[in-house]
T-cell receptor
């Protein structure tokens, strides 16, 4: 089945700098890759997603890139702000097998003022 | 309004108690899910329902018993739990359990088993 590895587990950056979180997946048939943000004490919320027919997608300060050959995808946050502090989860949706989202372990991002 | 509402927000129960978690979605979705979130672990899928029919049971112990009376409501009945079952239990919904559609989560129930 699908396996998703996420790195790093914790990340600390200065306000205004960029943050990058990387995920790798094992099932080459996976075709949907969402990213969820979970602030402390709150529910996970979808912030951006990408499908396998696209290499990059941007939404204001966040972007996701996908490398199907290498089977990895990354979340990029530019001009980081204190409200970006949260736990971020990547996930992959395999077309075969159980067809359910498989999540990474999460990255705790801290923005230092 | 999150679209997915869970009650209670916090629950403390003894190992011999019986309690239920409730989830309601107002998004018109056809699929509902229970996830378990423990510290330093990925989100663990427990159950999936599609149009009130269970389509996934992820080797969850029988002390967790789901119920889906209609496409808008989902329950998780708990009995004789263990301390290691303490976690955040998240309900989610999506348009379809088969399509790669986004999940909408509730705020979760923080469960503590004493």
């Amino acid at each position: 089945g699908e396996n998703v590895e996420q790195h790093p587990s914790t990340l600390s950056v200065q306000e205004g700098d960029s943050a990058v979180i990387k995920c790798t997946y094992s099932d080459s048939a996976s075709n949907y890759f969402p990213w969820y943000k979970q602030e402390l004490g709150k529910r996970p919320q979808l912030i951006i997603d990408i499908r396998s027919n696209v290499g990059e997608k941007k939404d204001q300060r966040i972007a996701v890139t996908l490398n199907k050959t290498a089977k990895h995808f990354s979340l990029h946050i530019t001009e980081t702000q204190p409200e970006d502090s949260a736990v971020y989860f990547c996930a992959a949706y395999p077309l075969q097998g159980a067809q359910k989202l498989v999540f990474g372990q999460g990255t705790r991002l801290t923005i230092n003022p | 309004e999150t679209g997915v509402t869970q009650t209670p927000r916090h629950l403390v129960m003894g190992m011999t108690n019986k309690k239920s978690l409730k989830c309601e979605q107002h998004l018109g979705h056809n699929a509902m899910y229970w996830y378990k979130q423990s510290a330093k672990k990925p989100l663990e899928l427990m159950f999936v329902y599609s149009l009130e029919e269970r389509v996934e049971n992820n080797s969850v112990p029988s002390r967790f018993s789901p119920e889906c009376p209609n496409s808008s409501h989902l329950f998780l009945h708990l009995h004789t739990l263990q301390p290691e079952d303490s976690a955040l239990y998240l309900c989610a919904s999506s348009q379809s359990h088969r399509s790669n559609s986004p999940l909408h989560f509730g705020n979760g129930t923080r469960l503590t088993v004493t």
